[in-house]
């Protein structure tokens, strides 16, 4: 076998074990994100490096569209504004740039996204425990058991890896799967 072949029947055998694994949780995330939407309320994605790009990404499928027809939905990504970002960086430290959005943009209700594949990131602790004070929601998704993040979340899926490429693809498929039921629940309702 190839080393692409082997691979991807890794990824394969990963993603067929998240789903054996998480499927329920994936479907009671989905369902507090529709919860969240009608409510009011808005969703919220960060992460660093590679999970940054994908919190992005799965903003955008609410704010633009993703398979069907709807309105738009309120999300965004705490990981776009560079200016906010180096600001707070150099004047507070790193570990504080989605803290100080979450405590400047969030309200109680909402829901907060965050992507690691180590689960030890500081700006990611520090967000999840300031979404907490003000009664946010959190839900991480995760690799390499989960780390410190995962104690401080409402709900984590740990994609059982400790491969980060591997981890990110799967919190990629994952956030599409939630996107993809929750497109659904307002396609119909259009």
Aim: with cysteine.
């Amino acid at each position: 076998m190839s080393t692409v072949s082997a691979a991807l029947a890794a990824l394969a055998d990963l993603a067929t074990r998240v789903g054996e694994d998480h499927s329920d949780e994936i479907d009671a995330v989905a369902v507090m994100a529709v919860d969240v939407l009608r409510n009011g309320c808005k969703l919220m994605f960060c992460g660093n490096g590679g999970s940054a790009a994908d919190a992005q990404h799965l903003a955008t499928e609410y704010v633009v569209r993703f398979k069907r027809p709807r309105a738009p939905l309120s999300a965004m990504a705490l990981t776009t504004d560079t200016s906010g970002l180096t600001a707070c960086a150099n004047d507070f430290g790193y570990e504080f740039v989605f803290e100080r959005q979450i405590r400047a943009l969030a309200k109680e209700g909402d829901l907060l996204f965050l992507h690691s594949t180590s689960g030890e990131s500081e700006n990611l602790l520090h967000a999840a425990r300031a979404a907490r004070e003000l009664g946010v929601t959190t839900v991480a998704m995760l690799a390499k058991g989960g780390g410190r993040l995962r104690n401080e979340v409402d709900r984590a899926i740990v994609v059982p890896t400790d491969d980060p490429a591997r981890a990110q693809e799967l919190h990629l498929a994952i956030g599409h799967m939630v996107c993809d039921l929750v497109d659904r629940a307002f396609a119909e309702e259009a």
